[in-house]
């Protein structure tokens, strides 16, 4: 039996329970009511205010309209932002600039531990070129950084001052006629130098070169380049110039018809090798690309080209221009001294071959570093051509066959010989060689 308080509370939750079915059933028809009605097509107007965005649920070819309309005005404005930034920052390098000139001018000391190594703050298209620079897409991991160096050879930062006058120009306009001086400065260790924004100048008068293979043993003309830095005006000045008196860089080596016509043709047995017989050494076809180290005019890659491979040269511009002569000749040359990293990926060539550069001139040292880089580039079971190597007697064993030992080359052929043309009693010697990367 239930007290009287009980029989009066049944009727109120009966009440309660009641209305909260009545919500629901309401909730469901004006649910159903409003879906039949959107889903019929139908307008709503409704009074929005005039700067409420308007976005017609409904309406699905105006949806796609609005949405195309707006996806174009973020990319116009994602593309002038960015327009926008790389202005900026180009303003901010130049304003930079300008404050650390004004700082120079009036002897203002930058700390030495913000100047990345230079003796003094960088100013001007120094300072552009050095870097670094904010990579636009920020961080990468390809790098580690948010950041890019320009790359530029260590030894820059002992010569500052030539640097500076190295860099010294009119951006857009045509570079100084500073060849010898840049070139100075790449055998000082600023190598590679850094990049600068003219134009070199220009032959007039310049010819379209000969094809290959008529270039390969054709002077080229004149007018094929800048004479400025040379002694020489002309080829034929530098063809007379190996029967002239006096000492010169690969004297002789701009005579296509002399001694250049008949290099690494003979096989004498001991001294000169024949290009034939080291290819030889190895299965045909399988000597195909490769590097000369000091090639003079290029002559052993037109030889070497005969034969269907491909010869990089490595020359400097000693009082000629050996690496344009290169070039007329169709072939590939590579300005870079002795002392410059090889610019190949590991284990890539299949034979270095290297005449009279490489030598006792050479601090041992870099001589050994030198070594294992061409070790380093040349594929398994490649070959080294070491052809005329020059040292003193004293030197050979003592100094050069424990390197060559060390690094590890495999003796395909090995020659020692005197140099007799300056008398027995110097105690000169050349080795030339053929050494092979093992296969291991």
Known sequence: MGSEDDRLRKPSQQSTTMRTKLK??????????????????????????????????????RLLRELNLTRYKLSHAQSSLSDLE??????????ESLLTELGRVHGDKAVSDELNGWPDELFGELKL???????????????????LYPTMGMGCRNFQPEVIE?????????????????????LKGCEPLPRRRCKPKSPKNYVEPDAVPASLWKIPPDSSIIWDPYTCKNYTCLVNRGKAKGSYDCKDCFDL????????????GKLDFSIDNVLKSKPAGTIRIGLDIGGGTGSFAARMRERNITIVTSSMNFDGPFNNFIASRGLVPLHISIAHRLPFVDGVLDIVHSMHVLSNWIPDTMFEFALYDIYRVLRPGGLFWLDHFFCLGNQLNSTYVPVFDKIGFKKVRWHAGRKLDRGIEKNEWYISALLEKPMY
Not at 129 to 147: C, M, Q, R, V
Request: aromatic share 8%; charged share 20%.
């Open 24 to 61: 629901i059933l309401l909730l469901i028809v004006s649910t159903n009511i409003i879906s039949i009605y959107l889903f019929s097509g139908a307008v709503l107007n409704i009074n929005w205010p005039e700067n409420a965005p308007r976005i017609h649920l409904w309406d699905n070819e």
């Open 86 to 95: 790389s202005k900026c920052s180009t303003s901010n390098a130049l304003l």
């Open 129 to 147: 070129a050095a870097g670094p620079h904010k990579l636009p897409l920020g961080f990468t991991s390809n790098i580690g950084s948010d950041e």
């Open 166 to 186: 190295y860099m010294t120009y009119e951006p857009g306009q045509e570079c100084p006629s500073d060849d010898v001086f840049a070139q100075r400065l790449m």
């Open 257 to 268: 018809r002399g001694r250049e016509k008949v290099r690494w043709l003979i096989e004498n």
